[in-house]
């Protein structure tokens, strides 16, 4: 019998006198179904393609409009005219020629890696002060809410932008060091003019988009209960939701999707999506996105709306059933150990583990799942340094929507990197995690105070989700 069963045994039978293991041979619990992130909709591949499976249990119709969506999806749309009628329409103006260029893999978008380099999922908002009769931020009057960086043949560009960075460091309390990297944007090459006075620019990264109809089927009043606009526990923590536009039903409803929570549901996010970042219209978005002094009407489209209503209605069930892969490793005693220290100085106030999803969405296959995102798509406020002071809708300056934490260690195998935060600014999770201030500044610091064992666990957990 080995030293740890000798000691363990000797244990369990004077347990009555009071024996205690010493914590190196404490044995930590796996919760039942902690590796199933997305409930039974869990997808079991950890591969680099672990993000691009559908969940299980859908119909026949609905796996057959996945692969329709997938389609639309991954491939690019052209200007028009064009043979290909069915993904024609690109532009005037635009970022991306596709879903995929932005979220490779169904992953996610990365920061230019050098001044010249097209940015691959990392975009510019623009707003002003003030309130459009929508309740959202007022644009550019001329570049409008998004600074599309490309242009179809005869159309002059909007603009670029570069990034250059500051460095800011971080000092742990046993002295280690993290040097940060702050970005800082320049625009330029505006091709119409002069941005407006007092511009708000506020770069979103592209996110990964796995559990989304997951998401998406949680109880209004599940969110509710989570959120203490007025931190009346008086634990620091003033998560509240942001309330939006839905165009479809012309109502105002809780915002679950985008940086701030600034999208009400999937359909909307996509057609969104498709309007700003590639410049085709939806019936949900009808309006090219043209400056004053561009006859739009003149521009050859490719049809009204450019994507059917069939086939957005597609791509948005492609994007609201892409599984969640399940966790590794998860039993691994120091990953318990960083799983507790997570929880201990604080990052489950925001970062929720569990949650349940509602019996209404109408992808039966998302219903009644005990789903592990670690988020309570509330807003945060972020504080001062992550702040791009650009109000949306309810959300301020400085509030961020919590992001889901699923798939965060399966980044790197599907994408080939790790930028995260809203603009990609931290490569890693632990400097993600010291870019943390306002509600998760206490967290942050209980992070910088702990042994460097400790942080390798906390690591090691948040590398398994």
């Keep these: 019998m080995n030293t740890y069963l000798k000691i363990l045994s000797l244990c369990v039978i004077l347990s009555f006198i009071g024996c205690e293991t010493d914590d190196a041979y404490t044995t930590i619990a796996v919760e039942t179904g ?5 409930g039974s909709t869990t997808v079991f591949n950890a591969s680099e393609e672990a993000f691009g499976f559908s969940a299980s249990q859908l119909t026949l119709e609905e796996r057959s409009s996945f692969g329709i969506g997938n389609s ?17 329409g690109l532009g005037p103006f635009y970022n991306a020629v596709a879903c995929a260029s932005c979220h490779f893999k169904d992953g996610r978008g990365r920061p230019p890696g050098f001044d010249g380099e097209t940015a691959r999922g990392l975009l510019l908002r ?22 599309q960086d490309n242009a179809i043949l005869g159309q002059t560009t909007k603009g670029g932008f570069t990034i250059t960075y500051q460095d800011i460091i971080e000092t742990f ?19 119409y003019g002069a941005l407006a006075a007092g511009i708000k620019v506020s770069p979103r990264l592209a996110n990964q988009i796995i559990g989304l109809g997951l998401l998406e089927a949680l109880d209004e009043n599940t969110l509710l209960h989570l959120s203490d606009p007025n931190d009346t526990d008086g634990d620091g923590i003033s998560g509240r939701p942001n309330y939006v536009y839905d165009v479809a039903t012309n109502q105002t409803v809780m915002g ?7 999208q009400p549901n999937v359909r909307q996010q996509v057609a969104a999506a498709f309007s700003g970042d590639m410049g085709i219209t939806s019936f949900l978005f009808p309006d090219e996105n043209c400056p004053p002094g561009v006859d739009c009407n003149s521009i050859a489209n490719g049809g009204s709306p450019e994507i059917s209503d069939d086939n957005l209605n597609k791509v948005a069930l492609y994007t609201s059933v892409l599984a969640v892969p399940v966790r590794r490793d998860f039993n691994n005693q120091n990953v318990l150990k960083g799983k507790e220290t997570f929880e201990t100085i604080g990052c489950t106030s925001c970062h929720i583990p569990v949650l349940t999803t509602g019996n209404t969405h109408s992808i039966a296959a998302l219903r009644n799942q005990t789903i592990r995102p670690f988020t309570d798509l509330l807003l945060h406020d972020m504080g001062s340094a992550l702040a791009d002071d650009a109000p949306d809708f309810l959300a301020t300056g400085t509030e961020w929507r919590t992001p889901a934490l699923w798939g965060l260690g399966l980044l790197n195998t599907v994408n080939g990197f790790t930028f995260l935060m809203h603009d990609g600014r931290a490569r890693n999770i632990e400097e993600a995690i010291l870019w943390h201030g306002g509600e998760a500044q206490n967290a942050k610091n209980k992070y910088k ?4 064992q400790e942080r390798k666990n906390l690591l090691q957990f948040m590398n398994t989700l």
């Design 34 to 38: 902690e590796e199933l992130l997305g």
């Design 449 to 452: 105070s702990l042994s460097l």
């Design 126 to 147: 623009l707003s002003l002060n003030g309130t459009a009769a929508d309740g959202s931020a007022l644009p550019d009057p001329i570049y409008g809410h998004q600074l």
């Design 173 to 191: 309390d046993d002295g280690t060091t993290v040097v940060l990297k702050k970005p800082i944007y320049n625009i330029s090459n505006l091709g």
């Design 72 to 88: 639309f999806f991954r491939q690019s749309w052209v200007s028009s005219p064009a043979s290909t009628t069915a993904r024609d």
């Design 256 to 262: 679950r999707f985008g940086w701030k929570a600034n």
